[in-house]
């Protein structure tokens, strides 16, 4: 079992940045990967970005160049970059971990992006 706790989101200005956090009780070297994904209103939750244990990235085209996930394996810590904020990237943001066959999801957080 995974426990997953998010932290770092909240109202944010178009065009500013927000990291979010996401620490687990295993680390990405223990997992497949690491990675978030978001849900906005009246909408269905989306992949946004995921890393595996061997370092590749992926992104979603909505926020490639924007986004930037990294982890820190000593904190068991996944994190999400996000720069050039817009107000279509307001949504609840989920910490995703993964391995064979099990996904482990946090709470979610809330982002939005509004003048």
């Known amino acids: 079992q995974v426990q997953l706790v998010e932290s770092g989101g909240g109202l944010v200005q178009p065009g500013g940045s927000l990291r979010l956090s996401c620490t687990g009780s295993?680390?990405?070297?223990?997992?497949?990967?690491m990675g978030w994904y978001r849900q906005a209103p009246g909408k269905q939750r989306e992949f946004v970005a995921t890393i595996t244990n061997t370092g590749s990235t992926n992104y979603a085209d909505s926020v490639k160049g924007r986004f930037t996930i990294s982890v820190d394996n000593a904190r068991s810590t996944v994190y999400l970059q996000m720069n050039s904020l817009k107000a279509e990237d307001t949504a609840v943001y989920y910490c995703?971990?993964?391995?064979?066959?099990?996904?482990?999801w946090g709470q979610g957080i809330q982002v939005t992006v509004s003048s």
């Open positions: 295993r680390s990405l070297l223990s997992l497949r990967g």
């Open positions: 995703h971990n993964f391995d064979f066959g099990n996904n482990y």
